[in-house]
């Protein structure tokens, strides 16, 4: 999968150590490798199965779609998807103080709404780029999906970690940039 390139920094998963390494093994199994194929489209999965002579096909679909949560305010400039923010960074050198034609407008503050692994590796990016980062989780630290030890090393990084807080708006400025967030403290209920 390209999350593997684009969407997991460089300081969690060594692109030319881990990933380059992996993919050779799997190449040396025997696996061919048909990049830049649509199924459905520049390929049929009938196609291969009937013309191509494959007994089996797996179908790796790849990441979802972001799922926003419908606040008022999403729409801002300044507001993005993680993975829009992992991949203009990690793909597409948006870091690079260089002019770049997918600029990352990273603020001195920045909140990442989430607590899974792909949180962590937002908010952890947005610190290395000069940021002060902060994790917005509605519920406990228990409850946290990301695994233990990216916890750990966010909170070593000076990651601040609100919980049980959830966004109720996103506050912008006339001109159509993020400025703010409203949350709401929470209580964890029965499960």
């Given at each position: 999968g390209g999350v593997l390139e684009y969407g997991i920094p460089e300081f969690r998963l060594p692109k030319d150590k881990v990933v380059a390494r992996e993919i050779a093994a799997v190449k040396k199994l025997g696996v061919k490798f048909e990049t830049d194929v649509i199924v459905g489209r520049t390929m049929t999965i009938d196609r291969l199965l009937d013309e191509e002579g494959y007994d089996a096909v797996f179908v790796g679909s790849g990441a979802g779609l972001p799922r926003f949560m419908g606040l008022e305010g999403e729409n801002l400039?300044?507001?993005?998807?993680?993975?829009?923010?992992?991949?203009?960074?990690?793909?597409?050198?948006?870091?690079?103080?260089?002019?770049?034609?997918?600029?990352?407008?990273?603020?001195?503050?920045?909140?990442?709404?989430?607590?899974?692994?792909?949180?962590?590796?937002?908010?952890?990016?947005?610190?290395?780029?000069?940021?002060?980062?902060?994790?917005?989780?509605?519920?406990?630290?228990?409850?946290?999906?990301?695994?233990?030890?990216?916890?750990?090393?966010?909170?070593?990084?000076?990651?601040?970690?609100?919980?049980?807080?959830?966004?109720?708006?996103?506050?912008?400025?006339?001109?159509?940039?993020?400025?703010?967030?409203?949350?709401?403290e929470m209580e964890l209920g029965e499960p």
């Open positions: 400039n300044g507001v993005f998807s993680a993975n829009e923010f992992l991949t203009r960074v990690n793909l597409m050198g948006a870091w690079n103080p260089e002019p770049s034609d997918t600029p990352v407008y990273v603020g001195r503050k920045v909140v990442v709404v989430g607590g899974g692994n792909v949180a962590m590796d937002a908010v952890r990016t947005a610190k290395r780029l000069g940021a002060e980062a902060v994790i917005v989780y509605r519920r406990g630290e228990a409850e946290l999906p990301a695994r233990k030890e990216e916890v750990h090393h966010a909170k070593e990084e000076g990651i601040e970690f609100r919980m049980l807080t959830n966004p109720t708006r996103i506050l912008g400025t006339d001109d159509g940039w993020v400025k703010g967030i409203n949350c709401v």
